[in-house]
């Protein structure tokens, strides 16, 4: 058994006499470290006076010319140090700076106390750290190997794999091929404490005020397509820091080997934070649905996607295709004071498709007075009656123009926006109506006007954003609490999973339960069910043959709900 696979307790107690490991391996021999021949040398002698080199640049890296190949062939006095190593103490989720130059280059982490440090060459912060602290292990938080200072060697491990895919995970087809199974209920995780936890459902810090785009985040990292995609990417180009740290977040979550059950986001925000100009920050309280409108189309561009369809994994998984129908209002003197305005199809009506990347549901008004004892009544809708806006019928007036709308194409994956929140003159209100929808089996058709050879149009709920606060119908942003329920894998039935997940907080929840809670995003994924397919082979079919919805012996009997 190494030193680093005792407990915190044995590393701690195991010096020998009293002596710290660092002292032990200079026993041997005080003027420098041992070659492989077990000569002596003294370091200064590899060195060049008349050149110093710049802190924290590659050129100092090495001070005395130990190569990676040379130091493999070292004795292994620098095993001893390994021992000293904290895993309690490391957290890599933090932004990548040196805490003495505040440096973002070259950067080094302390394997005793967690501390980043620049470079580690004689003159840089790591170096000092490591005489000062007598702390000596030390990794490149970039290339992920391990060194030892002052000495300069490269140590090669395989106690320290566990360190290294903390930092950098690695993930193949293969592993990712079961994330969204039934299976993957079946594989517990278990952090430094043995504490167990579900991969890719673990608890995002809340840092000060940042929750609402924990929820988005879990969210997207739940869409297979986008998920595979950051698991298996490998940026080291040209792309943006936003993808890089966004890509990095995604492995942190889904990382079977965790530390500890849980990951903050930090080193992400802070880049969402420079990326929108201050905009959405960790430190104040914003809306989820600004947050996943910028970052959609800020990752779009970002990835190099353009304006043409499946330009990039974006467009290719969220979007889709709405026909808008306009015509303007003329009021008539010969038409009743409360009648609703509707389109005159003898004059000309302007139709344009626009791209979406989510819907938005508008709900109905809550109640103005209150019932009998006391009490504002809290209504309660269906999704269909609410998704009545895109049935190509429905009217909404608008600015002196008559709208209608119907999707022309829908994406694989459709989020849906329900607009809870509305600003006045005064104040911005909160309508508190609860929308009732089933967990699978929702279907678009009748908000579809598509050839016959669209891909199923029947949807299952995967992601649900709720938003909660106080009672009553102002929206109060300092008390407003945001939570995610998130479907564990793709099971169904009785045996279906699913779990809320609020910042660090990560509970199992009835699925009966969901739809009672103020929903504000959901996230739906096109349904690959015997039950959905026998739908639309029915469409098809009533596409082809409009008789056969009415004719007794050709219609197919599947429950549409």
Same mark, same amino acid.
């Given at each position: #058994? ?28 005080? @003027? ?115 060194? =030892? ?30 994330? @969204? ?26 840092? %000060?005020?940042?929750?609402? #785009? ?47 059950? *849980?990951? @903050? ?18 430190? %104040? ?45 003329? $009021? ?20 344009? =498709? ?20 006391? %009490?504002?009544?809290?209504? *309660? ?11 190509? $019928? ?75 606060? $106080?009672?009553? &119908? ?9 939570? =995610?329920?998130?479907? =564990? ?7 279906? %999973?699913?779990? *809320? ?7 199992? &929840? ?52």
């Amino acid at each position: #058994m190494s030193g680093s696979d005792l407990p915190l307790s044995q590393n701690q107690s195991s010096y020998a006499d009293g002596e710290p490991p660092s002292k032990r391996a200079r026993l041997g021999d005080s @003027s420098g470290a041992l070659d492989s021949n077990g000569r002596s040398h003294a370091p200064s002698s590899k060195l060049d006076g008349n050149a110093l080199p710049v802190p924290g640049s590659d050129a100092e890296d090495d001070p005395y010319s130990l190569g990676d190949t040379a130091s493999a062939n070292e004795h292994k006095a620098s095993d001893l140090y390994l021992d000293t190593i904290n895993r309690a103490l490391l957290d890599f989720d933090f932004e990548k700076v040196c805490s003495v130059s505040t440096s973002n280059i070259n950067i080094y982490g302390c394997l005793v106390c967690g501390k980043y440090f620049q470079g580690r060459g004689r003159s840089s912060h790591a170096y000092a750290h490591s005489i000062h602290d007598d702390h000596h292990v030390f990794i490149n938080l970039e290339t992920t190997k391990v060194y =030892v200072l002052p000495d300069g060697y490269l140590v090669s491990d395989p106690s320290l794999e566990d360190i290294a895919l903390v930092l950098n995970p690695k993930f193949t087809k293969a592993s990712t091929a079961t994330l @969204s199974s039934v299976s993957h209920l079946s594989k517990s995780c278990y952090d430094l404490i043995h504490k167990p936890y579900l991969q890719g459902y673990v608890g995002l810090n809340n840092i %000060k005020r940042n929750d609402h #785009m924990n929820v988005i985040i879990h969210s997207l990292l739940h869409v297979a397509p986008l998920r595979d995609y950051l698991l298996l990417s490998e940026f080291k180009g040209k792309e943006t820091e936003l993808v890089k740290r966004f890509a990095a977040l995604a492995k942190k979550i889904w990382n079977p080997r965790l530390f500890k059950s *849980q990951v @903050s986001p930090h080193e992400f925000l802070q880049e969402v934070n420079r990326a929108s100009s201050g905009k959405f920050s960790l430190e %104040k309280q914003g809306d989820p649905v600004e947050f996943l409108g910028w970052f959609l189309n800020r990752l779009h561009i970002d990835l190099g996607g353009t304006k043409k369809k499946n330009s990039s994994v974006i467009f290719t998984t969220f979007q889709g295709e709405l026909r808008v129908e306009t015509q303007q209002v003329i $009021v008539r003197p010969d038409e009743a004071g409360n009648e609703k305005p509707k389109f005159d199809i003898d004059r000309d009506i302007k139709s344009t =498709v626009s791209p979406f990347l989510f819907l938005a549901v508008d709900l109905p008004p809550p109640p103005l007075f209150q019932d009998a004892v006391e %009490k504002n009544i809290i209504p *309660q809708v269906s999704i269909h009656s609410v998704l009545a806006k895109y049935d190509g $019928v429905t009217t909404q007036e608008s600015t002196g123009q008559l709208r209608r709308y119907k999707c022309q194409r829908l994406p694989r994956y459709i989020i849906l926006h329900y607009k809870r929140f509305t600003k006045n003159a005064f104040v911005e209100e909160k309508n508190p109506t609860i929308v009732t929808f089933p967990l699978r089996g929702v279907d678009f058709c009748e908000y579809l006007d598509a050839p016959p050879s669209h891909p199923p149009t029947v949807y299952d709920l995967i992601a649900n954003v709720t938003h909660e606060s $106080v009672a009553g &119908t102002t929206r109060d942003k300092e008390n407003t609490v945001w939570k =995610v329920h998130l479907r =564990v894998g793709s099971g169904g039935g009785e045996g279906e %999973k699913w779990l *809320q997940i609020q910042d660090l907080i990560v509970e199992e &929840t009835r699925k009966e339960m969901i739809f009672l809670a103020e929903t504000v995003l959901q996230v739906k994924t096109m349904s690959l069910s015997i039950r959905s397919v026998l739908i639309n082979l029915r469409q098809i079919w009533e596409r082809r043959d409009p008789t056969s919805a009415t004719s007794g012996t050709t219609s197919m009997d599947v429950d549409r709900r």
